[in-house]
């Protein structure tokens, strides 16, 4: 297997902050679009959404070597306005602080969540498009990295847009069902979501590969390390497999048949939302393979 210099650090930081920025434009979607029999999974977006972003840029703080030992020198990665480090850096700053002011307004926690409540409409708008770059930048990261063919494409950011906006909804989901299992039925209505994100979160996902396939020589080897290389088993079975399809075949049923799917296989199918968005970051960063070391 060829290693990657970035490792599980740098995927935690992928997946919590696509996974949370997802969550807070689900909640604000349940919040506009159907505030009176959504009201379980907008609050569960939302508390989600600033712990999960938070954790995951921690996680990329670490992964810099200074950022354990040396914490203060952070402050010179907002210097250079020409690097995508720094706006990275300044999205994340803004969208953290914002999101958590969101789950205290929804959630009327303290004193600040019930004076934020009266702007909530203010901090959705902002906080919505906070988010988009935060999902975004989590594929531009590695987009850039001109070392790594595989990665380097406009492709990058479309994809890890599109599995965030399915495993944020999954997290939502998941802590409707915790916070409210009653509302189990009612997630229905928002299964058809899943349908459309993971459609075409695998549409992207086609084209990446095939494009890889026939961009470079080096950016090949690494599209076939995944796909019938040493990482194919867990790219065909954790990503596609258990990932894309079973969760794609249960959301439909289960917007079909409103309320009748047991339980647990509407929870299951959110759960595998995650594991295979979680797989996909993996195994992006574990098959890029740097021309010097093929």
Known sequence: MVESAWGWLIIAYLFLAGAGSGAFIAAVACELLAPDWSKALARA?????????????????????????EPWRQIYLVG??????????????????????????????????????????????????????????TGVLIAVVNGVPFWNTPLMPVL???????????????GAAIIDITTVKTLSNFALGHVI????EAL???????????????????????????????????????????PFILSIIEYYEYGEMPKYLVVGADLLVLIGGMSLRALIIFSGAPPQII
């Open 160 to 174: 890890f847009l599109a599995s965030a906006m399915s495993t944020g909804l999954a997290v939502a989901m998941i």
């Open 45 to 69: 977006g939302s508390l989600a959404a600033g712990p999960l972003v938070a954790v995951g840029t921690a996680c990329l703080v670490l992964d810099l070597e200074a950022g354990f030992w």
């Open 204 to 246: 992207v996902l086609m084209l990446f590969v095939f494009m890889s396939l026939t961009r470079s020589t080096e950016a090949a080897l690494s599209a076939g390390i995944l796909i019938s290389g040493v990482l194919s088993p867990y790219f065909w079975g954790l990503v596609v497999i258990l990932g894309i399809v079973v």
């Open 197 to 200: 994100f993971l459609a075409v």
């Open 80 to 137: 250079n306005l020409r690097s995508m480090i720094s706006w990275g850096v300044i999205i994340l700053s803004f969208f953290i602080p914002l999101a958590f002011l969101y789950a205290a307004a929804l959630n009327e926690i303290t004193v600040v969540g019930k004076i934020a409540k009266k702007y909530v409409l203010f901090i959705e708008i902002v906080g919505s498009l906070l988010a988009v770059a935060t999902a975004t930048y």
